[in-house]
């Protein structure tokens, strides 16, 4: 026989049966046995008349019916190979036909193939012998022509490949008598064609050769030695030549099959029978046992009827001279059932998307039995309660299928168990559990645990701080899970929010970038974006409310009496004064807020202590007893304004107060006092360290201002008149009469004349009595009480003369911003164009109050 395989040497459609869309087909093949692993069968795209891709697509699966799987399927080409070495003796045995059976399943829709290959026998096996020797006594007085059984040899092919002929050694005494049974099989006697003469010849050796009809032709031999024993006439006869006998399987070992009996009628030891297994194959030694002395055949080796339904053996009786006798025992097995249901997976979908429509294919599977009868038919359930339900289909396959919806939220997997049941006595029952596992599609969208976050941040923070976190969940897995934040788009004070915070796209902190001041920011909202990374990804938004915590960060601010004067301002009472008597009050705001802007008032030096008393909550000074002629007549309060924060700040404001008496314009500043002895008494390191901050801070500001001053001087000088260099005005001098209801620090009205020369400073300044009533002031300012509130800095009383008024006027109009020197030029200018007679007058005097200018003129 070739090499080469013989493909397709019969293709046959059985049957075509079309029930739930499943239709099977039988096609059969041939190739002879011992064929390499890997080596081509068919090509299964060809007989089974498909599309080439047509495999991959319709997932095609080879079912093998064996326990091995002796072929495979390449879906792309359509190719069947052999997958491991098929040795046709170890597969079938002795049987004429031997056939693999598998198939190949195609789904979608779903169709299988019955597929058969017939193994063909080639000459692999060489005859062989039981024995090495056959050992033979024959009586001298045995006629010729008489028959001795020979075993045969085994040759495990079959046909042509088996033995086909024995041959004998030449000799004087024995020939051979080759026969053939009804089953093919080659049976050998060595018959006696001589008489055997012991006294000539005691032992005889022959040789044995059995021959194959294989090519190349195989053979093997064995010795066969014959002792001449003295005579015995008589043959063992069976009581029947064929036994029929029926065993259960599963027959325990020792359990007795049956006992042949066999009858010599010779006498001594020509009758003493012995009985062996003759002409058996070798499963038959190793599942029975035969005892030589009383014929018994019991069970050694477990019956299995799905292995072998029935077995033939022959018995052969021999007495003690050598003579025997053969009957056939037929042992027939019975079925019970002991198998329980097989499943056997065909195709499993690995991971079941959730959306998944109802009807779909989840796991396609088989339940085989190897028990006949009803012991082999079978049933399949699965539990209830599950979205799955089970489809039959022909040829004992079964289709899991879903049938209501899933949701991998819910469930993300099954553990289905599936129960096959035969209908044997008793009932056998197989559970198979098999893993659908559910995939995830994103289908939820994150969730914040709040939906309005409130976060505190405190004013003036690092950049970079952690404000606080958001976190939102997907109740979806993996990639559909993942989170990532971000902010939208959004103003804060104009700015951009993402000028004030960040956020980790991973975590969801929340850090601001800089420093944020109360005082500017109250609070603010952002609006964060949590978005998953599915596709399409699913996104939500919740609203983050940051409050500003106010520090106390702000010192108290000092808004009457201003403090950037280069001398403090003078505050008139008059001697006399009631205890109680309203002097000033001192105004101070704080921008921060809550108990932070909270101020308090404290008198924290007095030139004079229990002189005056300030108010803790409104700033008030008032006095604390009568003011008399021996008080001081230049009174220094330094006054301390505190806020009430967790680290108080303050900030302190310096009055001058001056003790007069006979004046009546309340708000006469002096400008040419007596010079006193500055109080060098050293300030606590706290004011000192504010003190010197504050100045740092104005330092450029106070410069700059003297150079605009000086610049302007300078220009003005230079077209002024050179009687007008002693005159002092301020830049803030505004006209005021004081009406019917004004009030002042003065008990009455009166007129003061100033004498000034060329070269006197506000040192040099002097008071006297009236020289000029044209020029005097007139003061209609009723009596004003201790109680009465102070008239505001920077203003005068009326003037008498209406003309020194009107001349007043125009030169601060003139001349706003001009130093005391310049305003002083300007007046008398004007007064010279008005009556050049009142030049020298007016160069002499100084109105009180009127022309003293205040200190902080620039």
Known sequence: MDDTFRIMKGLSLLFLLSLSGVVCVSIRYSLPEEKKSGSLVANVLKDLK???????????????????????????????????????????????????????????PLKIYNMETEIDDVNDNTPAFSQNEF????????????????????????????????????????????QSDEFGSKYVD?????????????????????????VPQRTGTVLIKVSVLDSNDNFPQFTQSEYKVKLKENSPRGTPVYKVEARDLDFGSNAQISYSFHRVPDQIHHLFNLNQSTGEITVLGPIDYEEESSYDMN????????????CKVLVLVEDENDNVPEVVVVSHTSALPEDSALDVLVVLFSVTDRDSGDNGRTSCSIEAGLPFGLKPSDNNYYQLVTQKPLDWERDSEYNVTITATDWGSPRLSSFTIINVQISDINDNSPVFEKSLYHMQLRENNIPGLLIGLVQAKDLDMEQNAKVTYSLLPGKVSDQPVSSYVSINSETGNLYAIRSVDYEQVKDFQVTVRAVDSGSPPLSSEVMVRVLIV???????????????????????????????????????????????????????????????????????????????????????????????????????????????????????????????????????????????FISFLFLFS??????????????????????????????????????????????????????????????????????????????????????????????????????LVTVVERAMKSHPTYGQEAFRGDLLNQLMKDDPSTVKGAETLMLGEMLTLPQNFG
């Not at 075993?151 to 000799?171: F, H, K, V, W």
């Not at 018995?315 to 053969?326: H, P, Q």
């Not at 803030?732 to 100033?754: A, H, I, K």
């Open 50 to 108: 498909l599309g080439p891709g047509e495999l991959s697509a319709r997932r095609a699966q080879l079912v093998s019916k064996s326990k091995k799987q002796y072929f495979q399927l390449d879906n792309r080409s359509g190719n069947l190979f052999i997958n491991d070495k098929i040795d046709r003796e170890a597969l079938c045995g002795k049987m004429d036909s031997c056939l693999v059976l598998f198939e190949i399943v195609l789904q979608n």
């Open 135 to 178: 050992m033979f006594d024959i009586s001298e007085h045995v006629p010729t022509n008489t028959r001795f059984p020979l075993e045969s040899a085994r040759d495990a092919d079959l046909g042509e490949n088996s033995i086909q002929n024995y041959t004998l050694s030449p000799n004087a005494y024995f020939r051979l008598d080759v």
């Open 190 to 214: 060595l018959v006696l064609e001589k008489p055997l003469d012991r006294e000539k010849e005691a032992h005889v050796g022959l040789t044995l050769t059995a021959v194959d009809g294989g």
């Open 315 to 326: 018995v052969k009786a021999t007495d003690g001279g050598g003579l025997s006798g053969v």
């Open 550 to 692: 106010d520090e106390n960060d702000n010192a108290p601010f000092i808004l009457y009496p201003l403090q950037n004067g280069t001398s403090p301002s003078n505050d008139l009472v008059p001697r006399g004064a009631e205890a109680g008597y309203l002097v000033t009050k001192v105004v101070a705001v704080d921008r921060d807020s809550g108990q932070n802007s909270w101020l308090t008032y404290e008198l924290l030096k007095a030139t004079e202590p229990g002189l005056f008393s300030v108010e803790t909550h409104n700033g008030e000074v008032r006095t604390t007893r009568v003011v008399t002629s021996q008080d001081a007549f230049k009174q220094r309060l330094l006054i301390v304004v505190k806020d009430n924060g967790e680290a108080p700040q303050s900030s302190t404001s310096s009055l001058s107060i001056l003790l007069v008496d006979g004046f009546s314009d309340s708000h006469m500043q002096i400008a040419d006092l007596p010079p006193e002895e500055e109080q060098n008494d050293s300030l606590t390191l706290y004011l000192i360290i504010s003190l010197c």
């Open 702 to 803: 106070v410069l700059t201002v003297i150079v605009i001053w000086i610049h302007k001087r300078r220009n003005y000088q230079k077209g002024s008149h050179v009687s007008s260099g002693n005159f002092y005005c301020d830049a803030d001098f505004v006209p005021n009469s004081s009406g019917p209801n004004g009030s002042g620090t003065l008990s009455r009205p009166n007129y003061y004349e100033v004498f000034l020369t060329a070269g006197y400073g506000t040192n040099e300044f002097k008071v006297l009595s009236p020289l000029l009533p044209s020029l005097a002031v007139d003061l209609k300012a009723p009596m004003a009480s201790s109680n009465d509130p102070q008239p505001s800095k920077g203003t005068i009383t009326e003037i008498t003369d209406s003309r």
